[in-house]
């Protein structure tokens, strides 16, 4: 899954959830000539989640932490993992970090596009700020 605000067109500032294992390193796999990072993708409905990518090489069990990242290379801190921690409302139920690492990355996001808005153009600010 990746997050996008309704203003990032480009998706320059696509969010997304990586997960850390005990030994500090974020799971990687092969596609070509090119290394990718393992996503991780918390099920909404359950406790835990599940590794994104090709299956051979992935961790068979869950991260330590779990890492905020957005597509223009930023990372936020890690956030421990505990998938029997989550948040529950409306009938559906969410792991705590997944909603933490979302708000995390939304906050960098915003903060990152509102910084690209020429100074001519700053009297839409308003407009963008309340469509974000």
């Known amino acids: 899954m990746t997050w996008l605000l309704g203003n990032d067109e480009g998706a320059r500032h ?3 959830v990586l ?15 090119a290394q990718y990072e393992r996503r991780f993708a918390d099920d909404s409905t359950t406790h835990g989640g599940t590794w994104t990518g090709p299956g051979p090489g992935a961790p068979t069990g869950p991260p330590l ?16 993992y505990d998938p029997a921690g989550g948040r529950c409302g409306n009938g559906t139920c969410y792991d705590g ?7 995390l990355w939304k906050a960098h996001a915003r903060t990152a596009l509102l910084a690209d808005i020429p100074a001519e153009r700053e009297g839409h600010l308003p407009a963008v700020t309340a469509s974000a």
């Open 97 to 103: 970090q997944a909603v933490e690492a979302h708000r």
């Open 65 to 80: 932490a779990l890492v905020p990242g957005c597509m223009c290379g930023w990372r936020g801190p890690d956030l421990p």
């Open 14 to 16: 696509g969010g997304f």
């Open 19 to 33: 997960g850390r294992l005990a030994d500090g390193t974020v799971p990687a796999f092969a596609s070509g000539h």
